[in-house]
């Protein structure tokens, strides 16, 4: 009940208050439960006789959300496209099923690379197969396959094979349909390892800088990246440090997830913001140790946003149902959800200690169910930063859905939806305010799904999404947000497939779509509502990330010197410093990836290498020693 100058006594549910005079006002807010509250309230404007207030467009930033990264998605981040593959599995070597099940008995080594093939299993002498593309991941092209070590591959799938040789096979890929290879042997001792799939174009590249172009020129219009699904949040089993993906290993597309160094090279390579979901069972020197990590790693411009999870407000994932039975029982499922964010928060803001600032807590929760929020925030009292709902709007639920049959249906009646759960949606703010809080989105954009089960207007849904007017939603809502007051907006996802029951996530179809043939409306959008951002430039495109991540990219940490280079006939090759001396094997590959000399390095600090009778050209001179360790260097022969 508001009550006050004029003899106004207004009594309403609604707690929204329009067109008040200047003067004084009583509030009393009262309960069913008889509690009452009394608040003594001035209003010094007449709103009605002001001018109408625009937004700064410069308030509202983008982010985006990067889609994970198995063999059926269409982000390709990598130039490494192993990277992006498959786990081993076993095969039997005299052929059977597509899975024989027994890949728990090959012995790998530490990057997952089995030592030994063929090798006898209960199953009798078995090798192994690997993915690396499903549903047109990889568009059709020039490929390369370039392996260390001794043994035999063989391409599988839709492939053309142009030439096979030790430690390269060129083939061309033709797009639709699977493509995987079979390692069919590998030599004890000098085993197959190092694997990297390459782009033809990207062969003779320095893989120190390891991620794709045309990747890095979509992601750098944004200000933030969130890595939910490349960390494989969702139904996460991590506890324990040691349980998390290494970076070395020799796939980020399964198993759970990319590496926490990549995400950091990513972010370090742009000069990025970082939005990093901490798994929901992960223990504290988990959370200890992986603070410690982005301190120590991550570039020192960076702002870090930190969730526990996602959408544990969401009862189809099982972080909500793991919260919920271990989380103290006295406390409401959002409070238990407060109650574990707030042990994150507590640690990683002791870890960071002086630079705790950078640090910016995030509370994720329901747009159209403030009681979460209420819930939440009512726990966590000021530990927290910002309250995170989403922004997402589509048709689903809404009576207009039975008269759907075109396309424009589907986006009149997902605007209509909007429009009616705007309410809800600007709740979150005056509840975000009232704890003198900000409000970021985690994810928005359309939602326009009727996700697993199709609809009979499905392919309007599909056409909807290159409709041009769709980008019209897109404006109303993003502005909607910036009135509202948010700083932050992060888009899912950058790009995935368009015809998915599953949902047409993506701003792009594939990441190398140019927004223009074919359409991308969404895309185009999300770029005309980027406003007062321009992308950093990086210093120094060269990584400097963990000396594991170049081993992985084909490059390890320079270990000898060539000098001259350009050389002539004759090239000298110096061991760098603190490297122990010891017998190495030098070995000259040409552009082509085939053997042009090999001999040994005795001990000693310099070993010359004659380069005559070779042609002018590019070659790769790669060191080896006993214990399968290799480091090569890219050398020009006048």
């Known amino acids: 009940q508001l009550s006050g100058s004029g003899g106004l006594n207004i009594t309403q549910s609604s707690g929204q208050f329009n067109n008040l005079s200047p003067g004084s006002y009583t509030l009393t807010v009262s309960g069913a439960n008889g509690c009452q509250d ?60 597509w899975n024989s099940g027994v890949m728990s008995q090959i012995p790998v080594d530490a990057e997952g690379y089995p030592t030994q093939l063929p090798y006898s299993t209960s199953r009798g002498a078995s090798i192994v197969r690997c993915v690396i593309s499903a549903d047109g991941h990889l568009p059709p092209g020039q490929y390369v396959l370039l392996y260390d070590g001794a043994g035999s591959i063989s ?18 890929l033709f797009g639709e349909g699977n493509q995987w290879f079979h390692i069919t042997s590998s030599q004890t001792g000098n085993h197959i390892r190092n694997i990297r799939i390459l782009r033809a174009t990207h062969e003779t590249d320095d893989l120190s800088d390891p991620f794709y172009d045309v990747f890095l020129e979509k992601v750098n219009r944004f200000t933030t990246l969130r890595f939910m699904d490349w960390g494989h949040t969702n139904g996460s089993e991590l506890s324990e440090w040691s349980q998390r993906t290494d970076p070395d290993h020799h796939t980020m597309g399964e198993g759970d997830g990319v590496a926490y160094e990549w995400m950091i090279a990513l972010a370090n390579r742009l000069q ?75 640690i990683w803001t002791q870890v960071f200690g002086a630079q705790s600032s950078r640090v910016k807590r ?11 929020s209420q819930q939440m925030m009512a726990y966590i009292k000021n530990d ?21 049959v075109t396309p424009q249906d589907v986006l009149d009646c997902s605007i209509s939806n909007w429009r009616t759960a705007a309410s809800a949606f600007r709740q979150q703010y005056w509840d975000a305010k009232m704890y003198g809080k900000g409000v970021v989105e985690y994810e928005g954009g359309q939602h326009m799904t009727s996700n697993p089960a199709t609809v009979p207007f499905q392919q309007a849904v599909y056409d909807a999404q290159i409709h041009p ?26 790009a995935s497939v368009r015809e998915s029951i599953y949902g047409s996530w993506g701003a792009l179809e594939d990441i ?15 770029n005309s509502n980027i406003h007062c951002y321009t992308p950093p430039v990086t210093v120094n495109p060269v990584l400097s990330v963990d000396p594991a991540i170049r081993q992985q990219s084909g490059r390890s940490p320079s270990i000898f010197r060539l000098h001259p280079n350009p050389a002539g006939d004759l090239v ?25 000399r090999k001999e040994v390095w005795p001990a000693g600090d310099t070993h010359e290498l004659n380069l005559e009778g070779l042609p002018a050209g590019l070659y790769w001179l790669g060191l080896y020693d006993g214990r399968g360790n290799f480091n090569r260097q890219r050398l020009v022969k006048l």
């Open 384 to 404: 927290f930063d910002y309250l995170s709902p989403t922004w997402y709007f589509g048709y689903s639920g809404s009576a207009c859905e039975s008269s759907i």
């Open 272 to 346: 990025k913001d970082v939005w990093i979901c901490v798994p929901h069972q992960a223990s504290e020197n988990y959370i200890t140790q992986m603070a410690t990590l982005f301190r120590s790693q991550l570039h020192a411009g960076a702002n870090i946003y930190l969730e526990y999870s996602n959408e544990v407000w969401n009862w189809q994932f099982s972080q909500a149902h793991w919260v919920n039975d271990n989380g103290p029982a006295h406390l409401s499922h959002p409070q238990k959800y407060a109650y574990f964010s707030k042990r994150v928060f507590d």
């Open 512 to 526: 190398n779509q140019d927004g223009s043939n074919p359409p991308a409306p969404k895309w185009n959008a999300l």
């Open 572 to 596: 000298t090759l110096t061991l760098s410093e603190n490297v122990p001396q010891s017998t190495r094997e030098v070995r000259l590959f040409d552009a082509q990836g085939k053997l042009q």
């Open 362 to 372: 995030v509370l994720g929760t329901q747009a159209v169910n403030p009681w979460i």
């Open 38 to 97: 009394v608040f003594n309230l001035q209003v010094f404007t007449d709103a009605t006789q002001q001018p109408g207030w625009t937004p700064n467009l410069c308030d509202l930033q983008l982010g985006v959300n990067l889609d994970g990264t198995p063999y059926w998605n269409k982000i390709r981040p990598f130039k490494n496209l192993k990277l992006e593959s498959g786990e081993f599995f076993s095969a039997d070597a005299s052929g059977g099923p």
């Open 469 to 494: 007017n769709i980008a019209l939603l897109y404006n109303e809502v993003l502005d909607s947000l910036r009135r509202w007051g948010s700083s932050l907006a992060m888009v899912f996802t950058l």
């Open 155 to 172: 391409m599988q799938g839709s492939v053309s094979v142009s030439s096979n040789t030790p430690g390269r096979i060129a083939f061309e």
